[in-house]
């Protein structure tokens, strides 16, 4: 959980900058004097540690394998993402998100190759907290986490939801050690990735990131349905 935290912080940054000219909704944050200062906590620990640790991953991963492992991941969230589609009705995403499974858990040698989007089954991912924004359930209150970084009280009940599905890679050990473990890795890929990321960040970086995963959140539960000159240029990154 420590290292997926840290992510968070960051992650949620590039996934932003894709819905940066649709401005969130509401910035609802009535918790903010204490917000920022788990946000100085997590950041420290990102800073000093996580990062350090990233850069030596980066350093000795070769790109290809650094690929894979994040294919890997995203091949695991597959069931998760088709559920999540089933339960917003939206059953040709769903099925869409089966074929990639298969495909890539098969061909795809477990994943490590992403060979389901190179024969036309786009990728796209689907959650809980998403399914409660698509039934009309607000976001609630901006909250920022230890260790977790930034959420809403949606986003925070819909995480719950997705791991008691026992759809999550977290489930794939044998214990809680190897799920630990799982999750370590993940974060750690992650986190690897975005490092780069972090010359986006301007200004407040508590304000910027706040907006910017706000912003995230609402184009995920809208599936990229926002219109603005940016989205050509930045895409759309999956968590």
Known sequence: MYFHSLVALIGTVTIGLAALPAQAEEEYDPFEETNRKIFAFNDYLDRNFFVPVARGYNAVTPVVVDTGITNMYQNALDPLTSVNDVAQLKFSRAATAVGRFLVNSTVGFFGFFDVATHIGLPKHREDF???????????????????????????????????????????????????????????????????????????????????????????????????????????????
């Open 129 to 239: 907290g998403q399914t409660l924004g698509y039934w009309g359930v607000g976001n609630g209150p901006y909250l920022v986490l230890p260790f977790f970084g930034p959420r809403t009280l949606r986003h925070s009940v819909g995480h719950v939801g997705d791991y008691y599905t026992g759809l999550s890679y977290t489930y794939f050990g044998d214990n809680l050690g190897e799920d630990a473990a799982m999750l370590g890795l993940k974060a750690l890929d992650l986190r690897s990735d975005l490092i780069e990321s972090e010359q986006f960040i301007t200004g407040d970086r508590y304000l910027f990131i706040r907006s910017a995963y706000l912003q995230s959140r609402e184009y995920l539960v809208n599936d990229g349905q926002v219109q603005d000159e940016f989205e050509d240029e930045f895409g759309i990154f999956d968590e």
